[in-house]
């Protein structure tokens, strides 16, 4: 017994001492930064690329890996806080926020102006995104403006036109009900939809409404026409059947790629219509010439899009931020959005990049004529970023969101139940989150004040200054309807 | 009795019957996967290699391996010391430290996860096979199971072995651990099964690829190529190889561990 | 003198017991004292972490009485409790086994023989049938195929074989049993589902075939054998309480379980009829057994807790079985609509169904542990029973269940407390592995349980303050189960 165990433990420590020498670190002489991103065969090229790029402007030498195994939100938490994250870190504006508040991202504002990738090299729309408590802290990599990629094919073998550009909500359904009708004609269970859902935020915006008040305070979903799109929403999924419930996504038999499995069906002619970014191209051009148009997101009277984008922002805990930095300078070149524009990764982060012949009409693909330029067009007029609050943590907006909305289309809760619920619980994190953080109470206090004179002014008819409003939706949307201070009606 | 043979049949079947699906399965080319016919019309033995070629499976399997062995050795290691301790030496208050030791036997673990990791933070152990395999060799029930056991051993070994002039040392390596090797295999066989096969703590300890262990490894594989269920139900088969043969070659020892240790408790 | 012996003897124990204990004191105690701590401070991340110190605060009880107004943790306590339900099934079910495989299979007669041959031919029909290409009949080849291939194996091998292949999904524990499930429970692509298919077809058309009325007495049988039920156990209930075998608590308690079936029953059941019969039989049992309990004569007067294993495991199983019923009369009362609407019965979408997810789960984790270590322990507590007791009742001339109830089951009890106690701990703890690889928590928060609870809360909302007060919580739940236990587990195991 004793000498096995002396054994034993030998062979634990030379097992070891072998892990230990093995390791497969150190092997290369020059710095080395890491990037976790998503696991896309693009960021492949992408770094390769970078490392191109280096070189032939003469930067430092420096090696860019992937790190693709922690792209998860709680692992890149847990690894942020305790001190070993990637250097460079994957964030949506949303996530980016909550990342500053764990104090976890380097401030941008120095090297950005040094190294010229500022937010005024990026679209107009996207600005607000990278910026949190008035220093900016990501770059873009992709920017995408989720519209309704059209397969003209399936609208024209059931001898419909394809839907116009912009619609009404009333109109969306009119030809939404035509199209299940007679897709499905003779089919003894439906297997044919309209269209992938919609997001609600772009639904809600086009009501004249948002998830917040003008100065990101409250959340204000239980009193506006929130509950309108989640009965609009269920009558469309389970009354008229023109979008796909879950049960019905389930038992739809496709193999999910990159993109998911939505634009397998649009491929498929199960649906008419995706919901989706122009990254969608990576996986149609897979399938072939499909003859594709894209349509704005149907509208209760003001018509807009949600602009987001994966960005990239340096870990405050990087051994190497200075050299991390040349790959957000990168990302604002002209060679970087070359690449998106080449590849179809959704819009590239320099706007100039999309009004070249290669993205608009790329020669390889006649059939994508119509299908890139709307985008940057969408991105320019009628996009919106979104609402993000600094008083709640926007995960928790988003899954409160969601849970209420799972449950009231399992039937749980009415539409007006859910849109309460939402609205009280985000509140109630709304005043714990001051109560935790003494130190945002005066901002708050602040803006409730101004919260209260915009009111008054709105009661009264009376425009309103925009430096009031910090909540975007209302910045375009008043300025649309000329409730702006100063600017004339259009 | 041949009824009771068919139920034993029958039921043994049900149960084995996801298990031979996963087989099946792994053995499928990418097309057949989903089909309604549970065989192959060819059999693609090439998956189980390109598993390999797809993801550093090899790795994750020495990782876990390595892992589980530590901990079980480390376990076993301390255990029977402690076990000895609480079940042959007499020293004050030796009772009433037990019963507090066994009391956090019912702790639930998430309890302790945050501020083990913090810990971990503060020791410089994140993302390192240390982290991993501390927290995890020190148990209350390691020392119960095997305190069990050595209560069973008659208390005239002891005497005699005293007489002889041995010291505690000597009563300990020489008379008590071998006498205990059933409890010890069973020990050893919970402790390496449900090592090799944990989840919460690795996965929020681990960082680089190169030291996942097998389930954050598995569950990276379906998070990132899902869809290749034939190549995933290969790996979940290969994952369980180890286990099959731990059980298959102790099993005997294993339920007579069970048998005289834990139940009389 | 002598305390100089006793120090010496303490040095040495501890000097033993140092190496288990150093550890334990660093990973287990000191962050047991340090999470409690935490559950009673402001921490955190978005406050403090290597990036960011504010100072942290003494919050006293903030988040537990944060937690006690959270709608969010009753109902994911309610879901981890719902999981539960699933234990007393998978002991049970691992008795039997245990049972099974204890019984003597009788070597190599000429009988085994015989099943060797069986098997053989089945196994080797099967083969030449693959050879021959008939891949559209393939899963039955495959059921056939793999019971001839059992059938020779467990007659050659006899119960080692047996015990594992019961322990087999046992091999497949955490991960990998999660990953498989889930492509077995895929709606379309997944065998369950392409099983179920085609055999509710069958029932569809069979069910259209009957008379629609026949679903409706169906349900009431059911429902008179519900009653019968619950009738027949407050009849026993009384005459143990009079022979003085069972106290006031036992009594009470066993009621309690055995009545829950026709309580669910008035609020599940759809007509009024339906419902009055229940709540009559409910208020009558109640009524009566009160009545009978104030003015029956006892021969003594025991402890209120006497009798209570073995009464509560058997109210236990008549609540399992009295549930059953409720359930298929409210199946057969829908089933001939649910066939007469469009497409007709179709099989459950399981994980992303709101009402299918949990018993989906629970279903997986059945199997998972019926066969395993459970069923072990059992094995072992059967061989430690001495013969002598089975071949005494014998000679009392008692048959297989005598046996089993007045032999079998009370040696096994150490073994099903200590199950029952371990299962429970475990219940309480888990579910974290299965939402987290499975389901996410979804659908609409459906098989979120605490300790997932206590995971998104902690790193993904970052309030570990919170997140260690849930975990707190959980503590104090399984300390309160295992208290209760021992008080009265133990009193039965004594009994």
Known sequence: MKKLFCILLAILLAWSLSVYLLQPEHQTGKPVIYWVTDNNPARVLQIERFHEWLRENNYPDIELRLDTSNADLSKKIIQGVSGVASDIIDLNPDTAAFFVKMGLLHSLDEEASAMDFGTDKTYASLRESLIVNDKQYIYPCNVSVASLVVNRANFERIG???????????????????????????????????????????????????????????????????????SLLYKWTYEDHLLPSEADLASASTDSGYGGQSLQLLNNGNYGMAYIGRYAIIQLRQFGELDLDVSEVPNGGFPNSLITTRAAGIYSGSKHPELAAYFLKFLASEDYSELIVIDGDALPPNPHSTQTEAFLRPSKYRNEHDFHEPFPRFAESIAI???????????????????????????????????????????????????????LQAEYDRRVKLQEQIDERKAAGQPIPEAWIFNPFYKAYYKATGQLEGVKDV | MGVLHLALAIVAMTLTLPFVWMVLTSLKPLAEVGLESWLPTQWHWSNYKEVFEVIPFATFYHNSLFVACWVTFLQVFTSSLAAFSFSRLDWPGRDRVFLLYLGTMMLPGLVMMIPNYQIMIKLNLVDSFPGLILPAAFSAFGTFLIRQFMLSIPKSLDEAAYLDGASSWQLFWHVILPLSRPGIVTLTIFTFMSNYNAFFWPLVMLKSESKYTLPIGLLFFDSSRGQSTHLLMAAVTMSVIPMIIVFVLLQKQFIRGIAAGAVKG | MSDKVEARKLARGLAYLAPNILGFLAFVLFPLLFSLYMAFSNWDLTLHNMFKDETVRWVGLDNFIRLFRDDNFWRFLGNTLFFMMGIPFSIAGSLIFAILLNQDLGGKSWRMRKFILAGAVLVTACLLLTALGMGATAFTLVLIGLFGLILVGGSLGGNT??????????????????????????????????????????????????PSWLGEVLQWLLLVIASLLLTWSIRRLRRVWVDGEAGAATLWSSFVVTSLPLVCALFWLPGIAEKSVAGLVLLAGLGWLAFQVKSAERLERPVSGKGFGSNFMLAAGIMVVSFVCIGL??????????????????????????????????????????????????????????????????????????????????????????IVVMSVIHGLQGGFEMARTMTRGGPAGATTTLSYFVYTEGFETGRLGFASAVSWALFALVFVVTIINTRFGSRYVND
């Open chain 1, 160 to 230: 419909m036109p394809p839907p116009p550009e912009r619609w009404t909500i009333e109109e969306f359904e009119a030809i939404g009900k035509e199209y299940v009708k007679r897709a499905n004609d003779g089919l003894e269970r439906q297997v044919n939809f309209f269209s992938q859902s919609p997001s609600r935020i772009p639904l809600l915006r086009s009501m004249g409404d948002s998830y917040f008040n003008e100065t990101l305070t409250r959340c204000t979903l239980d009193e506006s026409s929130y509950a309108d799109v989640l």
């Open chain 1, 385 to 439: 970023p979104q609402s993000i609050s600094p008083f709640v943590l926007p995960q928790t907006v988003m899954r409160t969101e969601k849970d209420a909305y799972e449950a009231c289309m399992a039937g749980l809760l009415t539409p007006q139940e859910a849109a309460q619920q939402t609205a009280e619980r985000i509140n109630e994190e709304i005043d714990r989150t001051l109560k935790e953080h003494p130190t």
């Open chain 3, 161 to 210: 074989i047996y015990r594992t292949l019961f322990y087999t999904p046992h091999f497949t524990a955490g991960v990998a049993t999660f990953i498989l499930w889930k492509k077995l429970y895929s709606p379309h692509t997944g065998p369950i589902n392409q099983a179920l298919t085609p055999v509710l077809d069958g029932v569809t058309s069979a069910v259209l075939l009957l």
């Open chain 3, 329 to 418: 009369a409210l199946v057969t009362d829908n089933l001939y609509v649910m066939a007469a609407t469009d497409g007709g019965l179709a099989p459950p979408e399981w994980l992303t169904d709101y009402h299918w997810a949990k018993p989906a789960l629970m279903i997986m984790a059945l199997w998972a542990a019926v066969g395993s270590n459970n069923m072990i322990l059992y094995l072992a507590g059967m061989s430690g029973i001495p013969e002598e007791l089975y071949e005494a009742a014998s000679i009392d001339g008692a048959g297989p269940f005598a046996k089993f109830w007045n032999v079998t089951w009370p040696q096994l009890a150490p073994v099903t407390f200590f």
